[in-house]
Every structure is written in structure tokens, then in C-alpha cells.
């Protein structure tokens, strides 16, 4: 057959947590970007509001660029801390670590 | 404008190519199986995979059309930049780990992994070329137009030559050596990227930009004028005007945005721009498409060089006081300094005059208030279609990005799910950080006096070269190498389309390990070929369309069925099948009917077109969505497999302790026991109902975690 992964990596035990947490984190995110998509589409006055040095448009867009970062680096700490929890109450299940830092 | 060959282009253009072959060559005696020719035998490191899915994305749309955009609208160039950036947090919230786990080689083996069904193996390859060729044209296109002003070539010739050394790179080595080769384009670009932002912030901004005095800038000249009656007086007498001046098509008719007038002077004709409110006429660059198909560039043929570059401050106040140079500027200092000054933009305007078509561009002052917030080229905040037409745009970008089956096919390159999701979270940092400096490339071509007015998409590549030519040829052969790359990905996706899920589990061909790189080696040389054969086709179109269309189709094809496949467990084979089908049919047949086609394509008044918006992803992903719940709720099996049947089918497979063993089981005992296919039906169950225990397991436990 020719089903399933290239690579065998034992069980992966967190992906219930991992895939709940990514959902939540994926609604933050999505409402955050729908702002910025509305606020362009039916105020632009709003975006030339003055902040700081600079306006709410390269303040918002920028900021979606960091705060994608910054969840992404989020979400790798507690999922990879996830899987090393249920490696540990699983033992002898090997978490995916391999290839890892 | 015309465009002197480098020698240093060149040179360091062909290294660049011949470092690639290189790599290709040298992981083709590496590749052997078909592990390692799709998925570059599953051991590529996380952080190089990261770096190689920066050099997938960030594609010639990517690197000369957004910082094009940028240098000729502003802010909503960058919108851009945010949509296709957010567009991984889809990636990495929702597919990457989840893709990783249930494919093989493609996306369809991930879609298609619960069900064996020839429905999906056929519409989900099927949209994999769809989405793949679409993607391939507009980078095929951009290789003849990169090609022509730094080497000197025919636009044939560069779409040949990038088509033939990516069949190359794919036919010998497939996805080893195009990961290296992506690893190495997107490391490049964002090294040398920074390196011209850096420039640009110390070379500062500048209302005479002469390219820190190695280029002179264009001087302009004005003349005061005034009417009396029908007669337009001059300011300068050396120039005249033609008498039946106010009824020529330059000057339009009474609802002309801008009005043009033709003055003469020592027997040489030019446009010129009547600034009404000025009570001034300007300098405009014109492009005159004549009957017999030659142009002329401001009057003349374009090797005289008379079609200056362009882009300067009008106005630059520092703490409220008129400067001429500012100098050195931080980040924040040099796009405030935009913000508050004013910029020369260059509208263009469409006039036909006689048998002529001119295209005349026109210096309009913008203050960077304006210029750094949404409105210069999307139509928002003024009508419900254009807000409707923007918000349909982000979306595609949004939900597009996770679905494009060139970035898909990336996750197989890894060995787990956790490498899968790490690559993710390397490649929004790069990716991220090279969309931030696009708004300093794009801003900074646009007021460094080195727009080509004709071809925004050299805006990032002229930058450079006002920093000196050997920055000019590093760009210059990065953005090649950008197009080559980014063909590379396409076309592994493509082949693996073809072999793996065409011919292979669709047609039911067995092949050898061998036979399948060998289909997928052919499939590569095949795709290659109509993308070459398109990318002449299309010269001259406007690529953004078509990366336009890929997007679209990308978010309505493949993303609803990814979505409901990992989300909703009635999710049916026919439901798949259906909503990949909807997705692509809609989203096609939406922007065939919409007025940007009509316009650009047809030649017909936009006016006509029955969708009122150009971009379809508004309509067509929730359509697809529906399809696949109707689709699916119709098609609901009850149990597949009895109690009895399921506990007698343990019975048999409990001996063997993990699923890999019962796939070998399954081979080798079907003859005399149970048929393949029940055997894997039975397979099946088991896996989703112990999923299903893992999943109840996990969430008992993850209050824990949370501690």
C-alpha cells in the first residue's frame, strides 16, 4: 500500500492537545487579521490614524507580521513541552524528538 | 528604457547556475528510491526545510511583484506582504502537523488517507496541476522578463533556459536536490534584501535623488501657462502649441481625469501634462504603440534612452522644516520622514489618437499620509463592490497559502510532525522579516529616482543597481535563481501528481520503487516542456492575474477538503471529491466572468462582466464548503463494518502488535484469508478507533498539561 507517512516516528500521543491548542491559537489569530481586513476595507481614515511616529496602517500590518511570530513561538514551547509530557507518562511510547534540536 | 548587459550579471549568474547544477548532480547519485526523489528521502533537517520554504514562497510574485507594487501604489502593495504572511498561520495552526501525519509523497495521499477512493486520487491530482500550472505560467513569464534587460536575451530564450536547467535539477535529483537549491535562493535573497535596505536607510531620502551623486537625476521643467478663450498662452516661447489643441484625444473629453496637450519645440514633439490646479504643465513619459506593432519611448525608439527613470520626494519635512536630504534614517525615522513629506507618483493614463495607443505617464504629488494608508490602488472605503473585491482578495491570500501543493509537498521532507511544525515556525521568521523589508525595497524605489515606468517589476532589481552593479547582479541573478526555484517545487508537485497518484494508485499501475522515480522523472520532463511552451504563450500578460488565479484556486480547491478532512468526521470520500470539484469550477469560472478578465483579456468594457468583483474567493471557498457538508451528509455509510465482523476481523489481527506489521500481514496473507481490500478496510477501522481512544486519552490528561 501505498498509505502513510514517508517516515515512521512512533506514536504521536499529543496530537489531540496540539490540535485543540492550534485551533484556539488559529481563531485569536483570525480574529486579529479580520480586524485589519475590515478596518482597511471599510475605514481607511481609521489606518491614517497617527501612532507614535507612524500611522495605524504600517503600526497594524507590521504588527501582524510579529504577532505571527510571536504565537508561532508560543504554540512550538507548549506543544513541544506537551510531547515531552506524554512521552514521559507513556514510557516507552516515543514522542516525535527525533531530527529535534 | 533600454538595458545594458552586465558582464558582472552575467558572471555571477552563470556561477550561480552552475553551483546549482552541482547540487543537482550531486544529490542525483544520491537519489534512488522514490522516498527519496518525492520527498528527498524524509531527512531533510527542520531548519534547512524552513529556509527552503521561504525560498518556495517567496516567488518572483513575491520578491519584484510586491516590492513593484509597493514602489507604484504604497501601502496597499504591502497589503500584500500581510496577506501572504499570514496565510502560514494556517499552515502552522491547522495543516502542517496533521499533513505530515497522513501523507506520503502528496497531498492527495493525506486527503485521500481515510478513504482509498479513486474520486479523490483523480479531482485532488487533478487540482494539483490545476493550481501548479496556473502558479508556473506567471513564473515562466517572469524568467522571459528578467532574462531580457540583464543578459540581453529574446524573452524565448529565458523562458528555454530556466525550463531546461529545472528539468534538470528535477528529473535527476526531485525534491533532494530542489530543497537544497531553496534552502540556498531563500538564505540568499533575505541576506542580500537586508543588505539593500540597509542601504537605503543610510543613503536616506533625497528631493534630487542622483544615486549618492553617481547618477544625475532627471531635471524637470514646468511652464506657467493661462488660457484665453481657445488660445493656450506659454510662459516660454520656445515652445508651440498646435491650434486645435483643446480637441485632440489628449486632451479628453469633460470627464478626463488628466489632460494632456502635445507641444512642439526645435521640431520635436512631447506631451505634456496640463496641471490645471498648478496653472502648470509637466514633463509626462509616454509609451506610443504604433499601427505597424514598434514602440516608441517618448518619441523615440527605445535604445535612445530618452524614456528616463523616475521617483522622487517633492517635499521632505524634518521637525516641520524643508529639507532637500535627510541622511542617514533609522527605520522608523525614514518612514515617518514619507509619511510626512510628499512623493512624486506616476498615474498612467490610456489614450488612443488615431491609429496610435499611448500610454502616458504622468507626475501626480501625494503626501505620504495618503500614499502609506489603503486607497492608492484598491477601491475601499467608497463602494460595497470594492470593499467586497479587497476583503475577497485577503481572504484568498489568507486561506490560499496552506493549500498550494508546492508548499504541501514540503512537509514530507521531514522526518516527523514536530520537524514538520518547527520548518513552519522558521519559515514565517524568514518570510516574515523579508515581507517587512519589502516595504523599505518598495519605498525605497519609488522615491530613489530609478523607476522604469514601462515594467514595475524591475522596481527591486533597479534599486539595487543605484547602489552600484555588483549589488545590481547578485540581485539580478537571486531573482533568476528565485524563478528557477520556485519552477523546481512547482514542478516536483506536478510529477508527483502525475506518477504518484495518476498512474500509480488512480490508474492502478504497479511500478517498481524504480519505475516510480523513473514515471515521476518523465512526468517532470513532460510538465517542464508545457511550461515552457506556456511561458512563450503568455508573454506579455500580466503575471499578477495568474498568481491571482492560483492563490483562489488553491483556497477553494484544496483548503475546504484539508479542513473538514482533519475537523469533521462525517467528512466523505464523495464529499472531498465533490467540494475539490466546486472549488476549482467556481473559482475558475468566477474570475473568467469577472471585469478585471474582461477588461485585460477580452477587450470588453468591464462594465458588462456578470461577477461584479475580480476576486472569486468570496463566493467559491464558502461554496465549496457547503458542497462538501451537503455532499457528505448525503452520502453517510452507516456502519462499514459489522460488530461481529470487526471482532472476528481483531481476532485475526491481534497477533500482530503495530500497524506496520499488519500492513505486511496484509500482503502476504491476503490470498488465502481475507481480500486486500477488507483486510485494509478492517485496518482502517482499528487505526480510527484507536485514534479515537489516543484523542479521549489526551484530553482526560490535558488539564495537566495546562497546569
Not at chain 2, 510586491?66 to 494556517?90: E, K, N, P, R
Not at chain 2, 511652464?223 to 516661447?237: K, Q, R
Not at chain 2, 481625469?257 to 496653472?279: C, I, M, P, Q, Y
Amino acid at each position: 500500500m501505498d498509505h502513510g507517512p514517508s517516515t515512521h516516528w512512533g506514536e504521536d500521543l499529543a496530537s489531540g492537545y496540539k490540535t485543540r491548542l492550534g485551533l484556539w491559537m488559529f481563531l485569536a489569530y483570525c480574529i486579529v487579521y479580520a480586524g485589519f481586513v475590515v478596518l482597511n476595507s471599510v475605514s481607511p481614515q481609521i489606518m491614517a490614524m497617527a501612532v507614535g511616529r507612524l500611522n495605524l496602517a504600517i503600526v497594524y500590518g507590521f504588527g501582524l507580521i510579529v504577532l505571527a511570530l510571536v504565537m508561532a513561538l508560543v504554540y512550538n514551547t507548549l506543544t513541544s513541552r506537551a510531547e515531552e509530557r506524554y512521552a514521559a507518562m507513556f514510557k516507552g511510547g516515543n514522542a516525535d524528538e527525533e531530527g529535534d534540536e | 528604457m533600454p538595458y545594458q548587459p552586465s558582464s558582472w550579471a552575467i558572471a555571477i549568474f552563470v556561477f550561480f547556475v552552475g553551483f546549482v547544477l552541482w547540487i543537482a548532480y550531486y544529490y542525483a547519485r544520491r537519489t534512488k528510491t522514490a522516498k527519496g526523489y518525492f520527498a528527498a528521502g524524509g531527512n531533510i533537517h527542520w531548519a534547512v526545510n524552513g529556509i527552503a520554504f521561504a525560498g518556495d514562497y517567496l516567488s518572483a510574485a513575491s520578491f519584484l511583484g510586491i516590492c513593484g507594487m509597493i514602489a507604484a501604489f504604497g501601502y496597499d502593495g504591502f497589503l500584500y506582504s500581510i496577506g501572504y504572511l499570514a496565510g502560514w498561520i494556517v499552515a502552522l495552526f491547522v495543516v502542517a502537523e496533521p499533513m505530515k501525519r497522513l501523507g506520503k509523497y502528496t497531498f492527495t495521499d493525506a486527503l485521500d488517507s481515510k478513504f482509498n477512493s479513486k474520486g479523490i486520487q483523480f479531482t485532488a491530482a487533478l487540482s494539483t496541476l490545476v493550481v501548479s500550472i496556473f502558479y508556473l505560467i506567471p513564473q515562466m513569464v517572469g524568467a522571459g522578463v528578467l532574462v531580457k534587460p540583464l543578459f540581453g536575451m529574446p524573452h524565448h530564450v529565458g523562458v528555454i533556459l530556466v525550463g531546461a536547467i529545472v528539468i534538470i535539477i528535477v528529473a535527476t535529483a526531485g525534491m533532494a536536490s530542489t530543497t537544497y537549491v531553496q534552502f540556498l535562493k531563500g538564505g540568499l535573497l533575505i541576506i542580500f534584501s537586508m543588505t539593500v535596505v540597509i542601504a537605503v536607510l543610510s543613503r536616506g531620502l533625497s528631493t534630487n535623488p542622483d544615486a549618492g551623486g553617481e547618477k544625475p537625476y532627471h531635471k524637470f521643467i514646468t511652464i506657467p501657462y493661462s488660457i484665453e478663450g481657445e488660445t493656450l498662452a506659454l510662459d516660454d516661447p520656445s515652445y508651440t502649441v498646435a491650434d486645435d489643441w483643446q480637441s485632440s484625444a489628449l486632451y479628453g473629453g469633460a470627464d478626463a481625469k488628466a489632460r494632456f496637450v502635445t507641444l512642439t519645440k526645435d521640431g520635436e514633439e512631447h506631451v505634456w501634462f496640463l496641471n490645471e490646479k498648478a496653472g502648470i504643465l509637466e514633463e509626462t513619459l509616454t509609451v506610443t504603440a504604433l499601427p505597424n506593432g514598434n514602440k516608441l519611448y517618448n518619441g523615440s525608439p527605445q535604445t535612445e534612452g530618452k524614456f528616463f527613470a523616475v521617483g522622487h520626494m517633492k517635499e521632505i519635512l524634518i521637525n516641520g522644516k524643508p529639507v532637500e536630504k535627510t541622511g542617514n534614517l533609522d527605520p522608523t525615522a525614514y518612514l515617518s520622514a514619507i509619511l510626512n513629506g510628499t512623493v512624486i507618483i506616476w498615474p498612467a493614463a490610456k489614450i488612443t489618437d488615431g491609429d496610435n495607443k499611448l500610454t502616458v505617464y504622468y507626475p501626480k504629488a501625494v503626501s505620504g499620509a495618503d500614499l502609506l494608508r489603503p486607497g492608492q490602488k484598491f477601491n475601499v472605503g467608497k463602494t460595497a463592490a470594492g470593499n467586497i473585491n479587497f476583503i475577497s482578495l485577503m481572504l484568498a491570500l489568507f486561506l490560499g497559502t496552506a493549500a498550494l501543493p508546492h508548499i504541501l509537498i514540503r512537509y514530507y521532507t521531514v522526518p516527523s510532525p514536530a520537524c514538520a511544525r518547527k520548518s513552519t515556525i522558521v519559515a514565517i521568521a524568514a518570510i516574515g522579516f523579508f515581507y517587512v523589508l519589502t516595504l523599505f525595497l518598495g519605498l525605497g524605489a519609488m522615491t530613489s529616482g530609478v523607476m522604469d515606468l514601462t515594467d514595475s517589476n524591475m522596481a527591486a532589481p533597479l534599486l539595487a543597481k543605484s547602489f552600484g552593479v555588483i549589488l545590481f547582479a547578485i540581485i539580478s541573478a537571486i531573482a533568476f535563481a528565485t524563478v528557477l526555484g520556485t519552477v523546481s517545487g512547482l514542478i516536483v508537485a506536478a510529477s508527483g501528481a502525475v506518477a504518484h497518484d495518476l498512474i500509480n494508485r488512480f490508474f492502478n499501475v504497479k511500478l517498481s520503487d524504480k519505475g516510480k522515480v523513473l514515471a515521476g522523472k518523465l512526468a517532470a520532463i513532460g510538465v517542464g516542456l508545457i511550461a515552457m511552451w506556456l511561458g512563450i504563450k503568455y508573454q506579455g500578460m500580466n503575471v499578477s492575474y495568474l498568481v491571482g488565479w492560483a492563490f483562489a484556486v488553491a483556497a477553494s480547491a484544496n483548503l475546504p477538503a484539508i479542513v473538514m478532512l482533519l475537523f469533521w468526521p462525517k467528512t466523505t470520500s464523495k464529499g472531498i471529491a465533490a467540494s475539490v470539484v466546486v472549488g476549482i469550477v467556481s473559482s475558475v469560472g468566477l474570475i473568467l466572468l469577472s471585469p478585471e478578465m474582461y477588461k485585460e483579456l477580452y477587450a470588453l468594457d468591464p462594465k458588462l462582466a456578470p461577477f461584479p468583483i475580480d476576486s472569486p474567493a468570496i463566493i467559491s471557498v464558502p461554496l465549496s464548503f457547503l458542497t462538501l457538508v451537503v455532499v457528505s451528509l448525503f452520502t453517510q455509510k452507516k456502519a462499514a463494518v459489522s460488530v461481529e465482523e470487526l471482532e472476528a476481523a481483531e481476532e485475526r489481527v491481534a497477533p500482530h502488535e503495530t500497524y506496520e506489521e499488519l500492513e505486511v500481514a496484509a500482503e502476504t496473507e491476503h490470498m488465502e484469508l481475507l481480500s486486500l481490500e477488507e483486510l485494509i478496510a478492517v485496518i482502517q477501522e482499528l487505526r480510527a478507533e484507536n485514534a479515537q481512544l489516543r484523542q479521549q486519552l489526551a484530553e482526560s490528561k490535558a488539564p495537566d498539561l495546562t497546569e
